[in-house]
């Protein structure tokens, strides 16, 4: 009884043990001004939070200090912020209509660029095959006497 | 003789990515369609839209709850230095349209924090409720753009009259006498 009691103990230290070295392999980062600031907006200047300079952009980073101070992580900053600034603190297009555009025509772009590359490869290949394949030029026409020996007093000329 | 479809297909792209860029043009610019109803003498309905109250998250209002009374809708913000100045004449109002029970005035809060919006409040020792447009949803049905923004709202929920930009006595004495409060 004491030795299975001892068995299941020991089980549940060695269960227990990885989960303490990650714990302490991993410790929660706090959440800094930093982080937060580069990837929201200053919602009345319609730049990044991080180079903006008016007063509004400072009662943003007010509260996200504020927001930091009661230890929230940077998800919850950011939900934070959305619930009092709306979607635009978050400097993503939103919702449909033309704001869609922002991302379905880079997704397009990108699309176009594939189907143009699809296109065009099997035909770079095509004719670097059909090149390979086509007969060997004509070899060089032999040289008449006159020109052998022409040739051969340029050379002995050039050696001297 | 077999044609190469890129030319076609580039063409079509170009012009798919001009007409994209019209429909933007289109879609962002201003929307006076209020604006225009109310110079012709007439009296297009309202938009209204149920939002948080401000300082009291967990209720909400909305202009539907002024049916029969009249309404002077204010678009603000505590960073808006316009804001700032036109607030006593609104308090005034707010004063007058409660003892005569004709109606009242509604803030409209836009991208400003609660706290920031409080504080403005008791700065201003304002007595009229606010709502909260977080995501400037109503600003956008009335074409808001910049703040302030004042509508005069008759009782039977329509847009009297508008004033984009601060209002004055003069301004909110005219507009209230057209919806007869």
Redesign the interface.
Known sequence: MIRRALLVLGLACALLAPAGSLAHAAPVQRTTLADVEDEVMC??CGTALNISES??AD??RA?IKQQIAQGKTKDQVKQALV??????VLGTPSGG??NA?AWL?PAAIVL?LLA?LA?IVPRWRRSARSSTDAPAPAATPALSAADTRRLEEDIARYER | MKRSA?PL?AVL?VAA?VG?LV??VV??SDDKTLDEAVAKGQRPAAPTMTLPVLGQSSKSNSLAAYKGKVVVLNFWAS?CDPCKAEAPELEATQKRLAADGDGTVLGVTY??????SLKFIREHDLSYPSIRD???KLAKDYGTRQLPETFVIDGRGRVAAIKRGPVNRQFLDEALAKVGA
């Open positions: 919602v009345l007063s509004q009662r943003e509260f619930a009092e600034y709306g979607d635009a209509g033309f555009a025509v176009a143009a296109f | 890129v297909v792209a990515l994209l429909y933007g879609t962002k960073w991208r400003d924090a609660s706290d920031d977080v995501d400037g």
